[in-house]
């Protein structure tokens, strides 16, 4: 009886081991990526900023620095099922951002832009080739790139699947690189288990441009050269299993400064914070939650089950090898016949 208990607790291990990583191989692959129709908003805002607004003007519109002001950020990002490299069983997928940053006393625009690129549906990363890969961050000015050559590296909408505590690449789309964003600790975020990174860019020359007199403090001087300078430390708080980001903050600077000036010495146009509103950060966390729950059989579980079977083995195994066979009494030989000798 002890050897069948031992064989099946064999059995149970090796099945348990095998389940965890049948989960693992083969379905986590197939569900933990991001979806090819993704429709979704996000709203950031921030008070106390100043920033360079265009103000109508008749037919046109002049630009004015102005302070104090309340911005609201939104941005919109869909699928773009219509790229040649969008498949529905296939790893990479096609985003469209459209954003815009708008003053909400007068609704006056502050900056808008728009991009498209194709990402990796599992890490997150954009990739090559994809042939609708653009930005744009003026009207009808569109930048695109050859279908094999990648316009908008590392890291833009979310980070992997499993983030790691560790450094990964952030494409920033105003100086058009991919930067550190650097594991700067733990925090919870409604409840959740976050992993915070941090960007860091110091001060940058970003654009060079003819700007009136009038916007530097020089009203005497129709147009005046001035270099575009941009800094910001972006902090972004990510749900680790899923990789979405739940909230974020932008504590940001842009300066015009003419060759003479050094930095905080030019005209800011842009000076202020602006962070993820709580609806939105709520929504994103009700999200990530359901997420989780739907993963948890693909990343808990055969965690779960390595550990579990694991352990079933080494007992029968031990079992195996210390129990010994089954102990039998030993069989007593039958006395033995003695004969008997004849009578006197």
């Excluded at 069948?4 to 059995?11: A, Q, R, W």
């Excluded at 790691?164 to 409604?190: L, M, N, P, S």
């Excluded at 980001?245 to 003419?258: P, T, V």
Aim: hydrophobic fraction near 35%; glycine fraction near 10%; proline fraction near 6%.
């Amino acid at each position: 009886m002890r050897r069948v208990i031992t064989f099946v607790l064999l059995g149970l291990g090796v099945f348990a081991v095998a389940t965890g990583l049948l989960l693992q191989l083969y379905a986590y692959p197939r569900l933990a990526k991001v979806p090819h129709n993704i429709d979704t908003k996000s709203v950031a805002q921030g008070s106390g900023i100043t920033a360079l607004v265009y103000v109508p003007n008749g037919s046109s519109s002049s630009p004015e620095i102005r302070e104090n002001l309340s911005l609201t950020s939104t941005t919109h990002v869909t699928g773009d099922l219509s790229q040649p490299e969008v498949d529905r069983d296939s790893d990479v997928t096609a985003w469209t951002e459209a954003s815009i940053v708008k003053d909400d006393e007068d609704d006056l625009v502050v900056t808008a832009g728009l991009r498209g690129l194709c990402m990796d549906r599992h890490t997150g990363e954009a990739v090559v080739p994809c042939e609708g890969q653009f930005y744009e961050d003026n009207k009808g000015d569109r930048k695109r790139a050859s279908r094999n050559q990648l316009l908008q590296p590392g890291l833009n909408f979310k980070f992997p699947f499993g983030a790691e505590q560790r450094t990964y690449k952030w494409f920033d789309t105003e100086i058009k690189q991919a930067v550190d964003a650097r594991f700067d600790g733990e925090e919870q975020v409604k409840g959740i288990d976050t992993n915070r990174y941090v960007i860091t860019i110091p001060p940058t020359k970003i654009d060079t441009r003819d700007v009136p007199g009038k916007l530097i403090g020089k009203p005497d001087v129709p147009t005046i050269k001035a270099d575009l300078y941009y800094e910001v430390t972006r902090t972004l708080w990510v749900e680790p299993t899923t990789g979405a980001i739940l909230a974020g903050r932008q504590d940001g600077k842009q300066e015009l400064r003419e060759p003479s000036q050094a930095a905080g010495e030019g005209t800011y146009v842009f000076n202020g914070t602006l962070q993820l509103n709580d609806e939105t950060v709520s929504k994103n966390s009700e999200e990530a939650k359901k997420n989780i729950s739907k993963l948890f059989a693909i990343t808990t579980l055969p965690i779960i089950l390595w550990s579990a079977g694991g352990v079933i083995i080494l007992i029968a195994v031990a079992l195996l090898v210390f129990g010994g066979g089954d102990q039998r009494p030993a069989r007593r030989s039958p006395p033995r016949r003695q004969g008997v000798g004849a009578g006197v």
